[in-house]
């Protein structure tokens, strides 16, 4: 079982990226996918999830700017994230429980001011 993240980078404050999350095919998606995230210094803290019926729920800090969404064709998780502020600056990271709890990689964004 693999997740694989991709898209991040540094971008200016109120830029946008969209970031991606590749899963193998034996993850299903009709469990919940979701977004978590890791600042320098901090914990790993909650971003974003959808659950197997699509429904979606955000951290309070991100509600109205982040989106997350999947393309069950293509096996991948997406994230997008507009009107970045400095305080999103983190590791971002995929995750999903199947029958086991899977974690990808995670993949930088840094944002400047």
């Known amino acids: 079982v693999q997740l694989v993240e991709s898209g991040g980078g540094l971008v200016q404050a109120g830029g946008s990226l969209r970031l991606s999350c590749a899963y193998s095919?034996?993850?299903?998606?009709?469990?919940?996918m979701s977004w978590y995230r890791q600042a320098p210094g901090s914990q790993r803290e909650f971003v974003a999830r959808i659950a197997g019926d699509g429904s979606t729920n955000y951290a309070d800090s991100v509600k109205g700017r982040f989106t997350i969404s999947r393309d069950i064709a293509k096996n991948t998780l997406y994230l997008q994230m507009d009107n970045l502020e400095p305080d999103d600056t983190a590791i971002y990271y995929c995750n999903t429980i199947q029958r086991f709890t899977y974690w990808g990689r995670g993949t930088l964004v840094t944002v400047s001011s």
């Open positions: 095919k034996r993850i299903s998606w009709r469990k919940a």
